[in-house]
């Protein structure tokens, strides 16, 4: 673990669960190890150490001694091969793979042809967490099934049966017979039943396949980016959060980039944006691709203008499929393709508050309105997919028209982008691509389900990908609390990645604390909806810090908190004395 | 309007609103005035000035030249006496009003007998903010109602008739033909339909005297705090937010106790509970009092613990008695009394992850174990109401038994004890008193519905007060926000008021900025579940700032901000130039 791990992250640890069917697979997760119980008799009992997600890859390993210059390890590049789909080719800027013959190399493809690669093995063990290790636990005492107590079968049963409904809401009216432990780190309330969440009880790595094939999930892994970690964005897994990074305009060195990258995912970015401008953006995405554990999402066309000098009006299909084959080479992860905004729905921005306030949205519908023709995006999506297809990456259909205030939430023209949205997501998924939908933006608490339904019904559960939402206008400096109460209510409704927003909004640049702010406030919301749609991992966390909370171990409660420097700041600005952390 | 006002909220100005049936009623309000909008011909156009819901009493007036040491105006003095039904009496520590005969001095006795108080017309014109003003305009333009063109209908109605189901929702599809315009200001999308809610599309005194008839709303206003301010709690009515003050062990001055309730109603605390402790605390609370034009709220057995040394075996319904007297009598315009938690319900807090975690449930719970008795707040209940009802104290049902974690949440303990409070509202109801419940707490979010649901059923509407909820326990250092997700989730579906919690939640003292931090952030959270509701003024000021923002106005778009100074400060950051705030 590095220095700001361990400055951040005091008494965690390393660990890595190793898979079963593919056993190079080892999945990294933080160990909290928790200090003892005093019992009332004056002995103590011990407290297991709890696992945590962990985004930071191996900068988060003390054993790690890599630096930026010589980038990550290539954790997949095997596997990637071994797959004997993929060829490398003398890309302009150096060599790289692509696939081999005309099928996907996509996780969609390999999923629907019931294979289960390592990728998808390593996200059902991340997604289990502690669970992993609780199972092996009873195995290992208890080899022989036929001998086993009824203790352990309990245990099992609590890992791998969803809970019941609530007694309360069970029983016709409610009584002390329906009391059950709360006490136990187990425990976990029953989940809403909401048509966007079928969460199981614990993650195999079948589930996993199915739910790609199925298209409810991706794992964003270009065959290009061997030292990405493989994580899954989909509504039946933990929910996640993207952080956005990119120079300005002002500009900031490369390695300022791979550090902004280091600090979002060290306190929990599942993905990174990279939104650089400026002449040195092939250069900034190298540096930040051979240095990310998570996948890295881009938008092209942010690009591809910066190549027409930023004239809107020459950009065409031409340089931006080759901005999008440069960036499929290079291993980015993930695109935004703002491919479903009409030429016809721009008039119905008119009447609106606040215009059309994305900024790909703006630039296709200008290059729409000039050139009187339609989207050059949606023209040519099947050459995209085909693109896509043969390197893996996923692609997040944008919606340029998302609302840029409360009162322009859920009009006609937002509507009417999400409906071909759909289209374009049947069409992807044909050629083998991994897909999400991109949604709003600001939006009223009441008008967020909306958004959600309509997204499961006409993108046919395509993971959703929403940048808050904000729930009013009125805080300007607060907007990581406004979006991040949009965030967790969308997310319990079964949205699958969040994307930050910090304070800054609508403000100015983020800096080191805007940024961990911002992810920190986002997990938070994250894993409020994952507790809301009983993510079976979900609430051990939330038990363990309750439990030392109760029993004043405090160290305990701030190594268990999401950020444990500043709850131990905080406590000892008021109580600073070591006896006041203890007991 | 004193210095931190005209620092914090540059762009406003102190008015007044009279009232009709009581001329001398005289709502204050702070008004942002904005500058023109520059049309693309190089023309201008104004922009009206917003009104904007005010806290801050005369400490916000500009005008206003008085100290903490004479204490503030006595706003309501003529309004009590003049209804006849008081007489002066020579309490121990100076005279003090109290009811003159038998029945109930209250604001729910009035409104039964169909009267409209100075207090009820207050709340109206504060409830309509800018459509007081809106509708004045038309009449006053057009003072003969047949000559009055179409236009000035359109206006009225926009006023008057609540916003018709979003065009989206009532179409069989969607199509451009259902487009409405979205860049009015009046433009407000319709309110979801809850079983809690039944926003009127115009606050009238008659609408407010019907709802605290109901008991579905209050005005807390103690007789003997003519400082007061009148404001309503209930859930047709904005969502308010109460901030707690109160000096610690380590001793703070009065002076500085007055500081911190003029602090927090700066930002916008609609009520303030006083929750000092110490050898000061009868003093501390008069000065609070006599400077306070927002609603104090206390927690009498703490004071009364006080008195017996801290003994909870020695606490008893007498010293309870002769305190919530003597706060009474001084003004206290709210009590939390710990009534509904009964003897047999402390067992069933064995298994709980964290017990019992409110102070006084905890006391309470003490006492009835260590004598084997009922909880004498519960069998006193009837004398309890009659104190309140000869001074108009509004009683707080508190929730002894909420939940400290997401693990406890919902528990027999916890709604056991709802049950009871339900119980207790509707005898405090028959003695005239005015009732609000307690709520929690720490509370998943998918659990969060539960809560309201038996809330509004077994205490019949009673407006609910909760502390949060908080939905995950992870995040000490960042609770404000989880309990604002929590209490946005909880507004939108009729909780009528929210406790603020700081950052230091769980950890320690809050200081001026995380005062600061968690008022906004409860303000963001009220006003999102206002726009979810529908309340009808609330939307008004989202679509003034977003309107600002789309044309670049930032001083408007600052100046109409929950935390101006904030959102300034985080522009001048990164773009720190004048012409970078206009155009």
């Known amino acids: 673990m590095n220095d700001t791990a361990k400055l951040s992250y005091p008494g965690s640890r390393r660990v890595y669960i190793p898979g079963r069917l593919h056993p ?206 493989p994580m899954a964005i989909g509504r039946n897994f933990l929910v996640k959060i993207n952080a956005n990074i990119g120079n300005s305009a002002l500009g900031s060195s490369i390695e300022e980039e791979v550090e902004k990258l280091r600090w979002a995912i060290h306190w929990g970015a599942d993905t990174v944006m990279d939104l650089s401008t400026g002449k040195n953006i092939h250069a900034t995405r190298e540096w930040i691709l051979r240095n990310s554990p998570v996948p890295i999402g881009t938008v092209p066309i942010y690009q591809a203008l910066e190549k027409v000098g930023g004239k809107v009006a020459d950009l065409g299909w031409d340089i931006f499929r080759d901005t999008l084959l440069e960036q499929a080479r290079q291993g980015v992860d993930y695109v935004t393709v703002h491919a479903a905004l009409l030429l016809r729905f721009v008039n119905h921005t008119a009447r609106r508050m606040t215009g059309i306030v994305s900024r790909g949205g703006s630039i296709m519908a200008q290059w729409s309105m000039i050139h009187e023709q339609e989207n050059f995006l949606y023209t040519h999506w099947d050459e995209i997919c085909s693109i896509l297809a043969a390197y893996d990456i996923a692609v997040s259909i944008g919606d340029g028209l998302r609302p840029g205030s409360v009162a322009d939430a859920n009009d006609f023209a937002q509507l009417a982008e999400l409906e071909i949205q759909g289209d374009l997501t049947m069409r992807a998924w044909r050629a083998g691509v991994q897909v999400m939908n991109e949604g709003p933006g600001h939006v009223p608490m009441h008008l967020i389900a909306e958004n959600m339904n309509k997204q499961l019904e006409w993108c046919m559960e395509a993971p959703f990908y929403t940048l808050g939402p904000l729930v009013t206008d009125i805080a300007p400096g607060y907007d990581h609390i406004t979006g991040a109460i949009g965030g967790a209510i969308i997310g319990q409704r079964g949205c699958a990645m969040l994307c930050y927003v910090t304070r800054k909004e609508h403000l100015g640049l983020p800096d080191r604390e805007d940024v961990r702010e911002g992810v920190v406030t986002y997990k938070l919301a994250a894993h409020a909806a994952d507790l809301a749609k009983g993510h079976p991992s979900a609430q051990w966390r939330d038990n363990a810090l309750a439990q030392a909370r109760f029993e004043f171990r405090w160290e305990d409660q701030f190594n268990l908190s999401l950020d444990p420097q500043k709850a131990r700041s905080y406590h000892d600005l008021t109580l600073p004395h070591a006896n006041a952390k203890k007991a």
């Open 24 to 229: 190079d697979v080892q999945v990294p997760m933080r160990e909290v190890v928790l200090s003892d119980t005093l019992l009332p008799d004056g002995t103590t009992h011990p407290n297991d150490p709890v696992r945590i997600y962990d985004c930071s890859g191996p900068w988060g390993d003390g054993a790690y001694e890599g630096s930026a210059e010589q980038g990550l390890p290539a954790l997949r590049a095997a596997w990637i091969r071994s797959r004997g789909d993929v060829r490398e080719v003398g890309a302009e800027k150096g060599p790289c793979l692509q696939a081999a013959g005309e099928n996907p190399v996509t996780q969609r493809h390999y999923a629907l042809n019931g294979l289960i690669t390592p990728e998808m093995e390593f996200v059902a063990i991340r997604e289990n967490l502690g669970r992993e290790q609780a199972f092996k636990a009873v195995y290992d005492r208890y080899p022989n099934e036929k001998s086993r107590p009824d203790e352990a079968g309990e245990i099992l049963d609590a890992l791998t049966v969803m809970p019941r409904p609530s007694e309360l809401e069970a029983a016709e009216g409610f009584g002390p017979s329906s009391m059950v432990a709360r006490d136990r780190l187990d425990h976990q309330h029953a989940p809403e039943r909401r048509r966007g969440c079928r969460m199981p009880a614990y993650f195999t790595p079948e589930f996993v396949r199915d739910e790609i094939a199925a298209g409810r999930a991706l794992i964003p892994a270009n065959i290009n980016h061997p030292e990405c970690e």
